[in-house]
């Protein structure tokens, strides 16, 4: 079975030319993509790097940084890419939790210290022209001093089943934990998700995406993995006019993107649909959609289809809605992919049958994780063994409820959940009954503490344009129409921007 970075060496031989990359409107064919990847992955093994060892990435997005995980993958190595914009902390952290040998980065600040502090042995700085210590050299200058006779270099003999990529989670917790996948993990789960959303050599994907996220890796990964474009702007966006003139501009066919982006879309206008004749689809995972944005959306661009996916990072993608479902289930994120196996199960772990019925949803599938890095109990902690037909299941965390047809709905996480007086309060329903008032473009709902109630929800609000004279008392005074009592938040708070994550969705973290 081909190795996941061998599906992209193939591409490069079929069309050295084509456009590999578009990062924030600069291109790199494939032909360069893959000479810089073996160029990389010769300089890795000639520094001693092995099979097995980790090899640590933290740089913000470039066609080096790209080349750079792919020539990790070729010499067998296992990629753990930090987030660039995490402090010195969380990256002494991560560093120190892989074993990292090698760090590829574009800081050349106090290195000597990162490198004795975490251990490295080497650190190869990208855009730098010197050596800045022993420890350190720039990625152009280490490359140099290759021989052409380097490159022939045999390349280690590598099993599918060795681990290719260790990804952190983006939780609640400071220390997040690293997910294990191998190579048949990637290409089984990149293989399924192109299946389903109809993939050729002639798309050109569109994401606002960083290394440091499985979902990152995957929008980036899975364009060149079936031959197509990689479109890829570094900047957040700010305004529909943002996405839209990328899209223009590269003749994007699909966008990848978490629900943020699309809040942003819901207030574009009816004519773009004219000037984007090539996007055919729009992808969402991460949080759920809103009816009224899905709405907006497809008013303005009625011949694009917009899928709704369920996903985690220990187990890629879970489930899709068809896009011809999407008007009549705009809340649902589908039914399970081809292979996934799915069980709704209650407090006592038994199944739940009855439709509509609340439960932790649990998941089998090629594409689970292997394991938490370093963490075994967390690990047996996280799968329910030899259950419901199946050598393992995945404890997702997550509440799901299952209508009559099968379609599968996302509830709340089961820590989001708090209760009001004895009264279960979920947040992500206030959220949603707020995202439907034609005023709220974003929202989300926190737990307060009380001396009474023991908790109270809090609305967090982000006006729409032109709706800034909406008062707190409007907005509560919807709730109250919709909502049971408990469920209504004792304040509306406005702001002018969400705190969001690293990886782009919202969090609440910070607001409590």
């Known amino acids: 079975m081909p190795l996941f970075h061998q599906f992209i060496e193939n ?41 097995g060892d980790r ?83 720039s990625l152009e200058e280490a490359l140099h001093t290759l021989d052409p006779d380097d490159l022939a270099t045999a390349f280690p003999n590598i099993d599918e089943n060795l681990p290719t990529s260790i990804f952190y989670t983006s939780g609640s917790t400071f220390n997040p934990k690293g997910v294990v996948v191998n190579h048949r993990i990637m290409i089984a789960a990149a293989s399924s998700v192109i299946d389903y959303l109809g993939n050729t050599e002639a798309d050109a994907i569109l994401s606002y995406s960083t290394l440091a996220s499985d ?34 501009r590269e003749q994007v066919t699909g966008l990848h993107v978490f629900p943020p982006v699309l809040f942003l879309l819901a207030d574009m206008g009816a004519h773009w649909q004219q000037r984007l004749p090539k996007l055919r689809y729009i992808s969402s995972s991460g949080q759920p959609l809103y009816p009224r944005h899905i709405q907006h959306i497809k008013h303005a661009l009625p011949t694009v289809d917009i899928f709704s996916n369920y996903g985690l990072t220990e187990c890629k993608r879970v489930s899709y809605l068809p896009p011809s479902e999407i008007t009549q289930r705009p809340d649902s994120v589908g039914k399970p992919l081809n292979g996934v196996s799915v069980v709704i199960v209650d407090e006592h772990d038994e199944p739940v049958t009855e439709p509509d019925r609340v439960g932790e949803l649990l998941v089998s599938s090629e594409y689970l994780m292997l394991e938490y890095w370093k963490m075994p109990e ?9 259950c419901f037909g199946r050598e393992k299941y995945y404890r997702t965390g997550d509440f799901f409820r299952r209508d009559a047809q099968g379609y599968l709905y996302y509830v709340c996480r089961k820590d989001d959940l708090f209760a009001r007086n004895l009264w279960k309060v979920n947040p992500r ?69 969400l705190p969001k994550t690293d990886s782009g969705k919202i969090t609440a973290k910070g607001l409590i």
Not at 216 to 236: C, D, H, K, R, W
Not at 444 to 461: H, N
């Open 11 to 51: 591409n490069a031989k079929r069309a050295p030319y084509k456009s590999a990359l578009v990062i924030d409107g600069v291109r790199t064919r494939y032909d360069v993509l893959e000479k810089r990847a073996t160029l990389i992955a010769t300089l890795l093994i000639k520094r001693g790097v092995k099979p």
């Open 378 to 386: 967390a690990t047996t902690k996280a799968f329910k063994y030899n």
């Open 215 to 248: 979902y990152g890796v995957y929008n980036i990964m899975m364009p060149l993995f079936f031959g197509g474009t990689a479109v890829i702007e570094s900047q957040a966006a700010t305004c529909a006019e943002d996405v839209l003139e990328v899209i223009e």
């Open 429 to 497: 329903e206030i959220e949603q009954c707020l995202a439907s008032h034609p005023s709220v473009a974003q929202v989300v709902v926190v737990p307060v503490a009380d001396e009474s109630a023991g908790f109270v929800p809090k609305a967090c609000v982000v006006l729409r344009a032109g709706h800034e004279d909406t008062t707190e008392q409007v907005l509560l005074d919807y709730c109250k129409a919709v909502l049971d009592w408990h469920m209504v938040p004792t304040q509306c708070v406005f702001m002018n921007t």
């Open 55 to 137: 090899v640590a990435l933290y740089a913000p997005i470039s066609a080096d940084l790209i080349a750079a995980f792919l020539g990790v993958l070729k010499s067998g190595a296992i990629t753990a890419a930090t987030h660039p914009t995490y402090n010195r902390s969380k990256l002494h952290y991560q560093l120190k939790h892989t074993g990292a040998r090698v760090l590829i980065t574009d800081c050349s600040e106090d290195l000597q210290a990162l490198a004795s502090e975490a251990g490295l042995e080497t650190i190869i700085v990208l855009g730098q022209t010197q050596n800045i210590l022993a420890q350190a050299s």
